[in-house]
């Protein structure tokens, strides 16, 4: 039994530096050789300052004025308040954010999970888990499990977990939905409006709803939404990245 196991751990570090040899590890930004994300262009990401942001959406610059969770913003979505408590995000979407965020999903560069969660991480105020708090992940359609052949959302929140020693829950469910990245503001809102239904019902009092992207708010609004009829009181939105 050890020896198989030995055996096996011998494979895959084989194949692992053989992979390295004949395909070499490159930055998705530059290109530079030897790390998947070099420090250098981690350096220059477009990070927010959270004492601009909007303490009730996270826009970027919403401090004193916000464009996104105005009253005329939100009739835009159907909505008259935000369904949860309050949202950050560690960078500012830009085309380099969203060469991260590709090749993690679509190009399975799951090795970017962790530098992702790290940021991540480093955005959730330490307020937000000073009671205890469940991280909980958008739930992956079906059908992009199956094309991707993993949970990216999953594995993200994980990693947040595992950096914050917090528990990580799936506590949502949701329908076969049009991938939201093909609709525009109103559309995003009608494709997830309802689509979102619990996984269980005894929910934690306090919960972090944790997502890579916040475009227009859509999905973690609806998200928010069936987690609030379930009895959640306290609810935030951390993501990865704000457009």
């Known amino acids: 039994m050890l020896a198989s196991h030995v055996l096996r751990q011998y494979t895959q570090a084989t194949a692992e530096v053989a992979a390295e040899f004949f ?132 594995d993200l929140v994980k990693e947040v977990g595992m950096l914050l020693s917090l528990p990580v829950k799936s506590l949502l469910h949701v329908a076969q939905t049009q991938d939201q990245r093909d609709l525009g503001r109103r559309l995003r809102a009608h494709n997830v409006a309802g689509q979102f239904s619990l996984a269980e019902t005894d929910l934690p009092k306090r919960v972090i709803l944790v997502d890579d992207v916040y475009t227009t708010g859509s999905t973690v609004m609806a998200a928010s939404d069936a987690l609030r009829s379930g009895g959640v009181e306290e609810l935030f939105v951390a993501t990865f990245a704000r457009v």
């Not at 070099?38 to 990070?47: E, G, I, T, V």
């Open 23 to 154: 395909w070499p590890t490159r930055c998705v930004i530059c290109g530079g050789m030897g790390e998947v994300l070099c420090l250098s262009c981690q350096n220059k990401l477009p990070f927010i300052d959270h004492v601009r942001a909007c303490p009730r959406c996270g826009a970027a610059f919403g401090q004193h004025q916000c464009c996104d969770c105005n009253s005329y913003s939100l009739k835009g979505l159907g909505r008259n308040h935000l369904p949860f408590d309050s949202c950050v995000s560690a960078v500012s979407y830009s085309e380099d954010v969203a060469r991260i965020v590709r090749a993690r999903k679509d190009q399975d560069e799951r090795r970017l999970a962790y530098t992702m969660a790290f940021y991540i991480a480093c955005a959730i105020p330490p307020a937000w888990i000073e009671k205890p708090a469940v991280l909980v992940p958008i739930p992956t359609t079906a059908l992009a499990l199956r094309r991707r052949g993993f949970d990216h959302s999953f």
